[in-house]
Every structure is written in structure tokens, then in C-alpha cells.
């Protein structure tokens, strides 16, 4: 299937912006690793907020893109919800399967190893500017509550991408489409809880 995604909010990037973040990483569990407040110090709020900031990865032409993956891991975040849904069948005790999702069994290793998202590249046709978005993060932590900023670029709504998607097994073309419809209300990328990346989708060609 030939799917073209349409997002009915804005997107955020995933990928950290530094790209020696591993390093940095371990670096900071150092000994003499320098505190956060030295680092801004050195260089400056604006650089260290630069740093820390997730970004869209650029295919060879700079176009912003989502990985295949990405896609694959939305499928398998759709279809765990789903099987939520449904309650007990009275005599066996067992869970109702009240739609396609709870009726496939295994269905990580079927996402995985039947069902294939293409290219491996998608590359995110921008409607406007890509912004920036900055929300605060709460974590409840054994000190207590902590407040952190997390900055990521956004695409704005109305950008659009399209993939293919390669079902080797006929009858997954129609749980996978019962995953598509579930991206109006969960999309993909970064604070999805908050309703970024929502999507609608069409069918271009089967």
C-alpha cells in the first residue's frame, strides 16, 4: 500500500542535536566532569540549549525525514492500545478481541518480521517554517519532583510524508489501515500524550 499521512498538529524531532552525545555521555559520569552550571558559564545558555535540543534527521537533499522505523514502532504503539480494548468472555474467562489488533497474536514479531515500511528515508514535505518547541518535563524522582526544559524542532500541521508499506501476509493490509485510523488520536514523534503528530491518512495506491 501506498499511504500518504497528512499531520493534524505539529511534529516534533526525536534526534538529539549533539552529535557526540555518546561521548559527552560518559565524559560527564568523569570525575572532573564539569557541572551543568560551569558548561553554560563556558559557553552560554543559548549554545548548551543548542545542545540539548532534538532535531528531524536530513536526508542528502536537507529535507527533514522520519525513519522507517519510526513508522514500524507507531504500528507496534497502535496495535498494543487497541488490544486493550474488549473485556472478558464470560465462560472462558479469557480477553474478547473486539477488533483486528486483538486478534493477532504475536504481533511484534509479525510488525517486525511481515509487514515492511519504505523507503528507508521518508522524506516530511513542510507546510511553512519548522519552529521550535519548548514545554517543561516533570519527573517524580526519590528527591522529589524535578523540572527540566526539553526544546525540540516542530513541523508544523499540515506537512504531509509518504511511505509504502509491504505486507507480505494479504490479510495484515486491514489491521494495518485499523493502525492508520488510530493516528487521529496518537501520532508520532516526541509528547504524543499531548496530541503531537496526530494524523490523517489516505491510501494512494494499493
Same mark, same amino acid.
Given at each position: 500500500?501506498?499511504?500518504?499521512?497528512?499531520?493534524?498538529?505539529?511534529?516534533?524531532?526525536?534526534?538529539?542535536?549533539?552529535?557526540?552525545?555518546?561521548?559527552?555521555?560518559?565524559?560527564?559520569?568523569?570525575?572532573?566532569?564539569?557541572?551543568?552550571?560551569?558548561?553554560?558559564?563556558? #559557553?552560554?545558555?543559548?549554545?548548551?540549549?543548542?545542545?540539548?535540543?532534538?532535531?528531524?534527521?536530513?536526508?542528502?537533499?536537507?529535507?527533514?525525514?522520519?525513519?522507517?522505523?519510526?513508522?514500524?514502532?507507531?504500528?507496534?504503539?497502535?496495535?498494543?492500545? #487497541?488490544?486493550?480494548?474488549?473485556?472478558?468472555?464470560?465462560?472462558?474467562?479469557?480477553?474478547?478481541?473486539?477488533?483486528?489488533?486483538?486478534?493477532?497474536?504475536?504481533?511484534?514479531?509479525? &510488525? %517486525?518480521?511481515?509487514?515492511?515500511?519504505?523507503?528507508?528515508?521518508?522524506?516530511?514535505?513542510?507546510?511553512?517554517?519548522?519552529?521550535?518547541?519548548? /514545554?517543561?518535563? /516533570?519527573?517524580?524522582?526519590?528527591?522529589?519532583? /524535578?523540572?527540566?526544559?526539553?526544546?525540540?524542532?516542530? &513541523?508544523?500541521?499540515?506537512?504531509?510524508?509518504?511511505?509504502?508499506? #509491504?505486507?507480505?501476509?494479504?490479510?495484515?493490509?486491514?489491521?494495518?489501515?485499523?493502525?492508520? %485510523?488510530?493516528?487521529?488520536?496518537?501520532?508520532?514523534?516526541?509528547? /504524543?500524550?499531548?496530541?503531537?503528530?496526530?494524523?490523517?491518512?489516505?491510501?494512494? %495506491?494499493?
Amino acid at each position: 500500500m501506498k499511504v500518504k499521512i497528512t499531520f493534524l498538529e505539529p511534529v516534533l524531532g526525536t534526534w538529539p542535536n549533539n552529535k557526540n552525545i555518546a561521548e559527552e555521555f560518559i565524559a560527564s559520569k568523569a570525575p572532573d566532569a564539569s557541572t551543568i552550571e560551569e558548561e553554560i558559564a563556558a #559557553l552560554g545558555i543559548d549554545a548548551v540549549t543548542e545542545k540539548g535540543k532534538t532535531v528531524f534527521p536530513r536526508n542528502e537533499a536537507g529535507e527533514p525525514v522520519l525513519y522507517d522505523y519510526q513508522v514500524k514502532g507507531f504500528f507496534k504503539d497502535a496495535c498494543g492500545m #487497541l488490544r486493550r480494548i474488549g473485556g472478558k468472555d464470560e465462560k472462558t474467562g479469557k480477553k474478547k478481541a473486539a477488533n483486528l489488533s486483538g486478534k493477532l497474536t504475536a504481533y511484534k514479531s509479525v &510488525i %517486525d518480521g511481515l509487514i515492511f515500511v519504505q523507503p528507508r528515508m521518508i522524506p516530511i514535505q513542510v507546510n511553512g517554517e519548522i519552529r521550535d518547541c519548548q /514545554r517543561p518535563l /516533570r519527573a517524580q524522582t526519590m528527591q522529589g519532583e /524535578r523540572v527540566s526544559l526539553a526544546n525540540s524542532e516542530e &513541523i508544523p500541521e499540515g506537512s504531509t510524508a509518504e511511505f509504502e508499506v #509491504l505486507c507480505l501476509e494479504k490479510d495484515h493490509e486491514a489491521v494495518v489501515q485499523e493502525w492508520l %485510523d488510530y493516528g487521529i488520536l496518537r501520532g508520532i514523534g516526541q509528547w /504524543r500524550n499531548s496530541g503531537k503528530g496526530r494524523f490523517t491518512y489516505e491510501i494512494i %495506491d494499493a
